[in-house]
């Protein structure tokens, strides 16, 4: 197993909203390219109250790095913009923007196959950027896809989902508030593209365990996903 540094990184490019975050990779720099490969990227967000520092999207990106080359885990331009609270209404194309800045980034790096994704708001952002640009991303990781308000199972966030086409692995907690298994399997059905779902048994919608058990279920859930995107 490789040492993985993360480094603060940021990049500014006119007309685009800037990338913010930490990027992750192999210290020394070395990547998936050493093996005469091209490395892979994953371009990794949050939650709608969180940001890129959570533990699961560290571990996630860490995991990544090790075993396929650059992980960029950013804030969304609305977290750059504030530091707590949610989203703004109206903010959400200019966040999607963001996301496609950030994997501009990882390609500018060299990553040949980028997997774009996130937590809860920043996975369904992402999915909304791959119904618009189809070609934005080779895969997509999203964790606790937010199927629908809690209590609200009728205001279903799936109107884009036949339109997706870029193959796509689902990582998924059974006391999830925002969609139960059965709802999220049901959702899956309209997406055209290949999808896997991982269930991940007793954790809500932060897929945490608590206490000490927090981080091995994070390395759990990073290996179980990236085994899935076949990394």
Do not use: W
Not at 7 to 27: D, K, N, S
Not at 117 to 127: I, K, P, V, W
Not at 186 to 212: M, Q
């Amino acid at each position: 197993m490789s040492d993985v540094a993360a480094t603060p990184f940021q990049l500014e490019t006119p007309g685009q909203p800037a990338v913010r975050g930490f990027l992750h990779q192999p210290a020394g720099g070395g990547t998936g390219a050493a093996r005469g490969d091209a490395p892979a990227g994953l371009v990794l967000t949050h939650g709608a109250g969180g940001n890129c520092r959570a533990p699961l999207l560290v571990a996630v990106a860490r995991a990544f790095a090790e075993r396929a080359g650059l992980a960029l885990r950013c804030d969304l331009p609305y977290r750059q913009a504030r530091a707590t609270g949610p989203p703004g209404a109206g903010g959400a194309e200019r966040d999607r923007a963001g996301l496609a800045a950030a994997v501009a980034a990882l390609r500018g790096l060299g990553a040949a196959r980028v997997v774009l994704g996130g937590l809860s708001y920043g996975g369904r952002q992402s999915t909304v950027l791959a119904a618009e640009r189809p070609d934005i991303a080779d895969a997509l990781l999203l964790l606790s896809y937010p199927l629908h308000p809690p209590g609200k199972e009728r205001q279903l966030r799936t109107a884009h989902f036949p339109r997706l086409t870029t193959p796509a692995v689902f990582v998924h907690g059974t006391r999830d508030p925002f969609g139960t298994i059965e709802e999220l399997r049901a959702a899956l059905a309209l997406i055209p593209s290949p999808t896997e779902l991982l269930v991940v048994e007793g954790v809500g919608h932060d897929l945490s365990r608590r206490g000490a058990a927090a981080a091995g279920g994070h390395a759990d859930i990073a290996g179980r996903a990236l085994a899935a995107l076949q990394l």
